[in-house]
Structure formats: C-alpha cells, structure tokens
C-alpha cells in the first residue's frame, strides 16, 4: 500500500524540502482509462466542463450514488450498459436535474 504523505506532518518534522517536492510532484489523475471511459469523458468534458481537464478528471473519478459507489471511470469500463449509464447521467446533469 502506498503511504500517505502529509504535507504539514512533513514541515512539522523538519522536512520542508521533501513537503516542497511532494507539492511539486503532484499527483497523477486520469479521466479515462479504456475506450468506454474516454467516450464518457469525452461527453462530460463538452456537456458539463467546457473542455476543462482537471473538472471532467475530478468527475471522472467521484465515486456517486447513483453508480452504486463506483465512479464514472469504474462503471463505464465495466459495460456497454454501464456506459448507457454514465452518458445518462451526464445528460441529467446537463439538463439540470440534481444527482
């Protein structure tokens, strides 16, 4: 398991240079993993997010209620039907219905 690093924890330790790096190095977010997911992402990205990365990236990967948990990422890669899912949910959004 990877280990979590606190920032602050870190500069309360005396080690500000490694807090610096941490905060440097930033942290890898993807909004799609496979086929199905880049097509939902694609939709989110032109329908909700005005094409911004890290809002479609930050949607792509909130684990929701109505996906029982899993995030648009997990569901649309699961399926066809999960796919019919997340772009339906996408069109809620857009139409303004609050999920």
Known sequence: MTERRNI???IDAGREDEA??????G??????????STKAALEAAARLYAGD???TAYFMNRPH?????QSP????????EGLELVLNMIGSIEAGVYI
């Open 8 to 10: 602050l924890a870190l």
């Open 20 to 25: 610096v790096n941490l905060l440097a190095e």
């Open 27 to 36: 942290f890898h977010l993807a909004a799609a993993v496979g086929s199905r």
């Open 53 to 55: 990365l890290l809002d």
């Open 65 to 69: 209620q109505c996906l029982e948990g």
């Open 73 to 80: 990422i997990e569901r649309a890669e699961e399926s066809d």
